[in-house]
T-cell receptor, first 112, second 116 residues
């Protein structure tokens, strides 16, 4: 069985500051992938960043970086220099054994 | 490259009526997923196709939900009869393959269903 846990239902951050969204996971598949998606109020799920279980380096994509701590089974998303347009729901997901599972999400509000 | 296409975007029906959603995945993507997302929750997988075969439908309420992917390209998800608790966004997604942890799935804009 696989499990993804996001313990922060909501977060606030000041514009231009950095924010960390937490994600922990559990899987018995030794080869798994971790993903983060953004869902604005329009409803579309937008892929942000991917980290493979065997990747040595933490993934980065522009202002997004994934803080991967394999031993702790955590895959936190760091957004640097927050913008008002970053206000949205953020979902962590794991792919293992050919199946995707999503967490319950974190709602991020960026304050001007 | 065109993304995942879904229609209709919005649908309001009365309980016990039927509804169908259509999805066309990204060209060349072998794996197609249907997710149900209830407001305030994460997406829940309903069914996963690999080409035109079903890989996982363990969470599909088969007494009222059905899905098909004829010819391994586009797919239709049907609900009959609908219940109030089916009100949700139905997200279609696709990926290049099923195997390998690196196959990112890409989502359509979703079909918003309200059952009254």
């Amino acid at each position: 069985a696989q499990k993804i846990t996001q313990t922060q239902p909501g977060m606030f951050v000041q514009e231009k500051e950095a924010v960390t969204l937490d994600c922990t996971y559990d899987t018995s598949d030794p080869s798994y992938g971790l993903f983060w998606y953004k869902q604005p109020s329009s409803g579309e799920m937008i892929f942000l960043i991917y980290q493979g279980s065997y990747d040595q380096q933490n993934a980065t994509e522009g202002r997004y970086s994934l803080n991967f701590q394999k031993a702790r089974k955590s895959a936190n998303l760091v957004i640097s220099a927050s913008q008002l347009g970053d206000s949205a729901m953020y979902f962590c997901a794991i792919k293992g054994f050919n199946k995707f599972y999503f967490g319950s999400g974190t709602k991020l509000n960026v304050k001007p | 490259e065109a993304g995942v296409a879904q229609s209709p975007r919005y649908k309001i029906i009365e309980k016990r009526q039927s509804v169908a959603f259509w999805c066309n995945p990204i060209s060349g993507h072998a794996t197609l997923y249907w997710y149900q997302q209830i407001l305030g929750q994460g997406p829940k997988l309903l069914i996963q196709f690999q080409n035109n075969g079903v890989v996982d439908d363990s969470q599909l309420p088969k007494d009222r939900f059905s899905a098909e992917r004829l010819k391994g390209v586009d797919s239709t998800l049907k609900i009959q009869p609908a219940k109030l608790e089916d009100s949700a966004v139905y997200l279609c997604a696709s990926s290049q393959g099923a195997g390998g942890s690196g196959n990112t799935i890409y989502f359509g804009e979703g079909s918003w269903l309200t059952v009254v």
